[in-house]
């Protein structure tokens, strides 16, 4: 079995947001009652997530942006990303959590994560809230491993939506390989194969749209035969996993068909992904997922899948 922790704090809750927005606070409480009964609960170690600093956000976002963020308040960020007055703290700690489990992974005390955190992350531009995110969670959490001394970070979406955000933060990097699979044609419009990263970066970036329909044997395909041959030769030290369970069939902003079962085969075949250099630690981080059953379910299995 392998040592893994569970990072969540009551502050995600106070993350309000106005009646009939999907990114609402049930989405964590349908987790936790998710987990409350599983029988490996108390194999896994719950660890308070810590507050990311101005300074840390700084490595991922620019300074007039956090400046913004600073003083906004309450209200509309961009037309889908709205702040209330716990809106910073909670985007603090849900970027800090990454930062923590990377911290613990690298004393040796856990080896994989799952960090059940709110505001999500992978449409937040260096400059710019988009897509329900205010701070680039899994972005902020790579330059922070990189601080501490990982030196090669992969980074694996499997939210419904292309991770813009991450995708660009990291676009002429090529310490950071970031892997997508989303559905196109679907918000924000990006996430194409042509998009390969730019300057050193180019080739560092992999992204396989998945067109409305795809189910378990297209993306059983994506993560058994395309994603090791990228991983094995960059030779990661740590793998980052921006996890959205919107690619669920039942989830109402997509039209993927994933199963629960097809779910398992994703995250079994991110974390049993053969490397030469040996196991590396495993950092998931919640994304998307609306329907509150379906996400339940997934965060369930993938944590089931850690531990093993």
Not at 206 to 211: A, L, S, T
Request: proline fraction near 7%; hydrophobic fraction near 35%; include cysteine.
């Amino acid at each position: 079995m392998h040592k893994t922790g569970f990072l969540y704090d009551d502050i995600f809750l106070k993350h309000e947001m106005p009646p009939g927005h999907p990114e609402r606070k049930e989405r964590l409480t349908a987790i936790l009652a998710g987990l409350e009964h599983a029988p490996f609960r108390n194999d896994l170690l719950h660890i308070p997530p810590r507050k990311a600093s101005f300074e840390d956000i700084s490595r991922v976002h620019t300074a007039p942006y956090i400046e913004k963020i600073k003083r906004f308040g309450s209200g509309y960020l961009d037309g889908d990303t709205f702040m209330s007055e716990n809106s910073l703290e909670a985007a603090l700690h849900a970027a800090g959590a990454v930062m923590e489990a990377v911290d613990r992974c690298k004393s040796g005390e856990i080896e994989r994560a799952f960090c059940a955190v709110r505001p999500p992350g992978h449409h937040a531009e260096a400059g710019r809230a988009m897509g329900f995110c205010i701070f680039n969670n899994v972005a902020v959490g790579a330059r922070y491993a990189q601080k501490i001394g990982y030196k090669k970070i992969f980074i694996i979406d499997f939210d419904v939506h292309h991770g813009n955000g991450t995708q660009h933060i990291f676009e002429e990097d090529d310490t950071v390989f970031y892997f997508s699979t989303h559905q196109i044609p679907l918000y924000p419009g990006t996430g194409y194969p042509e998009e390969r990263g730019r300057g050193k970066g180019e080739g560092y970036t992999y992204n396989v749209p998945m067109p409305p329909g795809s189910g378990d044997k297209e993306f059983y395909a994506v993560y058994s035969e395309i994603l090791p041959p990228l991983m094995e030769p960059f030779r990661p030290d740590i793998v980052l996993v921006s996890a959205g369970y919107d690619i669920h069939v039942n989830d109402p902003l997509a039209s993927l068909q994933v199963t629960g079962e097809g779910l398992r085969n994703i995250v079994h075949n991110i974390v049993c992904c053969p490397l030469e250099s040996g196991p590396v630690p495993f950092v998931f981080t919640l994304e998307g997922g609306y329907n509150l059953s379906a996400l339940s379910e997934g965060v369930s299995i993938t944590i089931e899948e850690l531990l093993k």
